[in-house]
């Protein structure tokens, strides 16, 4: 984490520049600040709708939603059947971005499915969840 003086660094910020920014889109460096929908990528790749945040701030952001996610190994991605799940996610590793954005580097899903519980972890890559 970052050091980070001022009201941001209590661990909440309204909709401010200051507030790190979650990726949200196919393309590279597309951030939001508290998204409601959440992409990880295109033509098949798992993303998130609702999203609402209980926390959100410099030491990380906590927030609920509903993943959607293709059935593994079905091909060819067009023709396949997403499942839901309700998830909760949790981002972390604020970093700063060249153009002088903060941003979370880091996410993790955890959720429910087949009645075990199931977890997946996300780094941001050259602009991309990974």
Not at 48 to 57: A, I, N, Q
Request: aromatic fraction near 12%.
């Amino acid at each position: 984490m970052l050091g980070v003086a001022g009201p941001a660094a209590a661990g909440s910020c309204g909709t401010s520049w200051r507030c790190p920014a979650v990726l949200t889109d196919q393309a590279p460096w597309t951030p939001q600040i508290k998204p409601v929908v959440l992409y990880t990528g295109q033509g098949g790749a798992p993303y998130l709708t609702g999203l609402s945040w209980s926390s959100y701030g410099h030491g990380g952001a906590v927030g609920r939603g509903i993943l959607h996610a293709e059935r593994s190994g079905c091909t060819p991605s067009a023709r396949c059947v997403y499942y839901t799940h309700p998830v909760t996610v949790t981002m972390s590793g604020t970093q700063l971005h060249g153009r002088g954005e903060y941003y979370f580097s880091r996410m993790r899903w955890a959720y429910t499915a087949a009645n075990a519980q199931a977890q997946h972890s996300w780094k941001v890559r050259g602009g991309y969840w990974r």
